[in-house]
């Protein structure tokens, strides 16, 4: 089992959810979160002052699956929020242990399975 972590720019979510359902991911979790990488953030000027935002905002979607379908959920998320252009994001791929599906008590594959 794995979970597909993906941050990036709030703009390329819709696109995003659309890859990932045409991927064929049954669900999701999306939260908005804030966060910098290479860029630092940014420098704004508002009402003639200038000043500096260190945390950018960006969105993270995480979805539960099999093995076999980490990589392509992966690759789905890089053709939809790629845009190009500095701080387009990270997807993060990491094992899982055990999944449990609180209402059925249903594990693993069966647990993230429509």
């Avoid at 387009?88 to 399975?113: H, L, P, W």
Wanted: hydrophobic share 40%; with cysteine; glycine share 12%.
């Amino acid at each position: 089992m794995k979970l597909v972590t993906a941050i990036f720019k709030p703009s390329r979510l819709d696109a995003v959810i659309d890859a990932l359902s045409e991927a064929g991911a049954t669900g999701m979790t999306v939260s908005e979160v804030r966060g910098y990488g290479r860029q630092r953030g940014k420098t704004e000027v508002y009402r003639g002052a200038e000043y500096e935002v260190r945390l950018l905002p960006k969105v993270k979607v995480e979805v539960a699956c099999s093995d076999s379908e980490a990589e392509r959920f992966a690759e789905a998320i890089v053709g939809a929020a790629n845009t190009g252009t500095i701080g387009d994001g990270k997807i993060f791929i990491v094992d899982v242990g055990s999944i449990i599906r609180i209402r059925t008590g249903e594990r693993d594959e069966q647990a993230v399975s429509g």
